[in-house]
């Protein structure tokens, strides 16, 4: 296990990197750990882009797709393609990014209070760099289409019988990103433009314990206590490069002591996959070979920058998720 240092030691939290946090033990982590992972090391995941094949990871795990993909039942999306001059229906092929995280909090869940997280003051704080204005219902895209594969076929997203709220969120793309990306526009042809920002649509809410699968959330977090609380932010609509996004966070009494709460955090986003066969177009261009979408994704190009989506991938998660157990911890 390797600690990593950062961020995290700042809030009063460093990370553990593991290799399954559904095997930490309670009462296992050291106060102000967080356990981590992102699979990155895991044999399922492709290693040209260090994330998951949709389809290997519904097959290999179920639980995790039950709980984290956009809506149950949800599957790869259908679109019209034209192959050799014929018109035929295939599958959108999706990538995707998953991070587990688990803390302990010396309090029990009922002394947490999850309805402040579902307000735009606390989702500024999670991300400063990402900007927000709420929205109603009836302005999410998916809600006014059938057709889309984001549409919920169970319920209209941003009604539920729990505290929620729809919010429209605005991230400028940072550092070299938005340059690299206007050079790359202007070697393309107009119809494929490539915007310097992401326009992205999210419902946050306080999940009812009712909703959630038990089996499959014990399944994921190793702890099989009853859910106490839970709280989902689920990207429903976005403007390019990404399919959806979930983050949930899911708290449980340890069965070691009920006086003590075991927050489980998890992040999953779905990328197109035909982002990564763009690897040939940057490659003839030298000042964008670092631009390769699938290092930009993992963090490792030199366009990486800052602490939010434009660093990639990893670090995005990581400091969600310390952003998360930070509030979690105040009082």
Known sequence: MSVTVGAAAAAGFRIQEVPDIAKVAPGALPAGTIAFTDHRDDSLVDPK???????????????????LALYAGYEEPSVTATVNGVAKTVKRKLHMYVAEAKLELARPPASIDLARFVTLPTLEKMDPAIKHRLIGPDEVVPNKDARLSAHNPDRRWCESPTTTICVQSRYQFEGKLPAAIMLLNKLRDSGKQIADHLEFQSEVRIVPPADLDQAAVATLTGVDTPVAAALEQTIVHVNQVMQFGKVLAVLQPSPADP???????????????????????????????????AQVLAGNSSFNTGTSISAGLPSYSRNRIEAIATALAAR
């Open 49 to 67: 882009t260090g994330l998951f094949r949709f389809s290997d990871w519904a097959r290999a795990r179920p639980q995790q797709k039950r709980l």
């Open 259 to 293: 006086n003590r709460t075991i927050a489980s955090m998890f992040v999953a986003l779905a990328v197109e996959s035909d982002l990564f066969e763009k690897r040939k177009e940057l490659e003839g261009v030298p000042v964008l070979r670092n631009m390769v979408p």
